[in-house]
């Protein structure tokens, strides 16, 4: 079944390299080194690792993985980058640890939970199912310590873009690639036929001013949705920008990524979800005055 699946999803490449997918590291016949206690949370998401990608911060993802643990892990979404893969292949032997990594979690009794994304739509069949002790869902709710429900989903269900017209996120993907070339030769255009200087400052100013704006539009359709559901918040990823931010009554949280910001978000024994970097180091909290008024 997981051959099956991996076959479908990276054909050829992934496969070979399945027999040292096996959760065991040199170095461990002692027995594991003590937890660090800042580093044990109840539940960790993470989302937009890209694996299969230039992009990805495998090295930084594995020693974060190795070094932190939890109960329950939700991959959510785009962990294994599809689209890429089908066109260029770009793998990495820190990729094949973080898988290794993810495994091993679920080995030594960390439930598993993957989401899929639009990157990794190709396991979205498998909803459902277990592979290799993994277990594949559409999307989930997430009860916390202290009684609040969160809608788990990778999110791009909400983004207008790949929603409507997939193939114009697909340009979208191509074009984030060749964005600067592009610009640059544009520059050279404009120059033979003696025009003024086009500004990229200004360009990439516009071009973030939309950025917010879309940011804002994803962020509010997500806590419509979680509010319709009659849930306390959400939890998502895709758009690569981590946050914990109240909407209403809705407490909208994003996980970030693992391709420029190296975040995830996590909860701790009481409940309570912090946004936090690579090394561990807290960078968004939910406001102490919220965890105590839900208790
Ligand atoms: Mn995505």
Redesign the pocket.
């Known amino acids: 079944m997981i051959a099956t699946a991996l076959r479908k999803f990276a054909p050829q490449a992934l496969v070979p390299t399945l027999p040292n997918v096996v959760p065991i590291r040199p170095g461990q016949a002692g027995g594991e080194p003590a937890r660090d206690p800042a580093k044990t949370h109840r539940t960790i998401f993470l989302?937009?690792t890209h694996l299969g990608t230039r992009g990805c911060k495998g090295d930084a993802l594995a020693q974060f993985l190795r070094t932190h643990h939890c109960e329950t892990l939700y991959l959510v979404?785009?962990i294994v980058d599809g689209w890429r893969l089908k066109r260029a292949f770009y793998w990495r032997p820190s990729h094949t640890e973080v898988i290794q990594e993810i495994l091993r979690k679920a080995q030594d009794g960390t439930r598993v939970i993957y989401i899929p994304?639009?990157?990794d739509e190709a396991l979205r069949p498998y909803a459902g199912l277990n592979l290799a002790g993994i277990d594949v869902r559409f999307e989930a709710v997430h009860r916390t310590a202290d009684g609040r429900d969160f809608l788990v989903m990778?999110?791009?269900y909400f983004?207008g873009v790949?929603r409507y017209a997939k193939w114009l996120a697909h340009l979208g993907d191509w074009a984030y690639d060749g964005a600067l070339w592009v610009s640059e030769r544009i520059s050279d255009i404009r120059r033979w036929f003696g025009l003024g200087h086009w500004s990229l400052a200004n360009y990439l100013k516009r071009t973030v001013k939309n950025a917010v704006e879309y940011i804002g539009r994803f962020e509010d359709a997500v806590a419509r949705e979680t509010e319709a559901r009659g849930l306390d918040g959400a939890i998502c990823?895709?758009?690569h920008h981590a946050a914990i931010r109240r909407i209403g009554r809705i407490l909208y949280c994003n996980d970030g990524d693992w391709v420029e910001s190296c975040t995830a978000l996590v909860e701790g024994p009481d409940g309570a979800l912090s946004v936090i970097s690579a090394s561990g180091e807290v960078l968004v909290q939910e406001r102490p005055a919220f965890a105590t008024a839900v208790m």
């Open positions: 989302s937009d979404g785009d994304g639009n990157h990778h999110g791009d983004d790949v990823g895709h758009i």
